[in-house]
């Protein structure tokens, strides 16, 4: 089940929207339920729902102007959805959309009257959405991060380094040849390698600038950045990566120390993130063409 619940009313539906397609973006399909895209068909719907809930790790509540007219109703779905957060001891993290204003306790039926007590966001609907999510965010992680249970990927130290090799074996194992004459090298580097690439003529580095841990999950932050004589044989290697990585969006990890396969799987995606502003804050070297993805490492199935 998906790790984020989307609450909200049929009339707040386009702005739900557009937090779920940002949420997807940030956490993966998987990661986030919205009832319209989630529910399959000939299913229980208030079951599946509450199942939905229950198995969650936080409910998002979007409160909108309409929201309180049918909070008191004893079949209204929003109410319900958040009474079986709470029953279930999922947080609730209430969202106002635009200048709408938190309820007071009194407004709300006493089995979700606690919400308010919580310090609750607000999302634009205008130019200001992108930048309010990404206030959101750090909210998020923080209560995922908090809830974060012990499992064979946070408790083994060598999955990060597991999985960035295994990103840079991946693209070294399926490349084939050369292109326009470039038989790159591949490889992992920390800060100091922008100065010093550890690269002959041309080469593919990953560089790891950022560790998320959400429940059992693990998201690694990286960009690809690519080295050539020319911008041609860049933009060619740049072009390869972007198709091996959509096509094969799962990467087997490293081998541990000592050999073994890690009992866990790697998932690469796309990130919205600019690279620009990476290499700003990492160094003052002239900017190479870059390539954004997060990889999120989980327990094998």
């Not at 008191?72 to 001891?89: G, S």
Request: net charge negative; glycine share 6%.
């Amino acid at each position: 089940m998906a790790t984020i619940f989307l609450s909200y009313r049929r009339t707040d539906s386009p702005q739900a929207c557009r937090v779920y397609d940002w949420l997807v973006r940030r956490f993966g399909t998987d990661a986030v339920f919205m009832d319209d895209s989630a529910i399959p068909f000939a299913v229980n719907f208030p079951d599946f729902v509450g199942h939905a809930i229950a198995s969650s790790k936080v409910l998002i509540a979007l409160i909108g102007a309409e929201w309180p007219k049918k909070i008191r109703l004893a079949d209204d779905p929003v109410k319900m959805e958040i009474e079986t957060a709470l029953a279930h001891n999922i947080p609730v993290l209430p969202v106002l959309i635009g200048s709408t204003l938190m309820p007071n306790a009194e407004e709300l039926p006493p089995s979700i009257s606690i919400i308010t007590a919580q310090n609750a966001e607000r999302i634009g609907v205008l130019h200001d959405f992108d930048t309010h999510m990404r206030g959101l965010l750090p909210k998020i992680e923080s209560i995922l991060g908090r809830l974060a249970l012990e499992s064979i990927v946070t408790a083994d130290p060598a999955v990060i380094s597991q999985a960035c090799e295994g990103v840079v074996r991946f693209l070294s194992a399926n490349f084939n040849g050369s292109i326009g004459g470039v038989w790159p090298n591949w490889s992992t580097i920390g800060a100091d390698g922008f100065v010093n690439p550890p690269l002959a003529q041309s080469g593919v580095t990953l560089y790891l600038h950022r560790v998320v841990r959400l429940a059992e999950l693990l998201e690694l932050h990286f960009i690809l950045s690519f080295w050539a004589r020319d911008a041609h044989s860049e933009h060619m290697l740049a072009g390869w990566v972007l198709q091996q990585l959509d096509q094969m969006p799962l990467v087997p990890l490293a081998p541990t120390p000592y050999g073994s396969s890690p009992a866990s799987a790697l998932k690469i995606r796309r990130s919205d993130e600019d690279p620009r502003q990476i290499w700003k804050l990492v160094t003052d070297e002239r900017l190479r063409l870059s390539l954004a993805y997060i990889a999120t490492v989980s327990p094998a199935a």
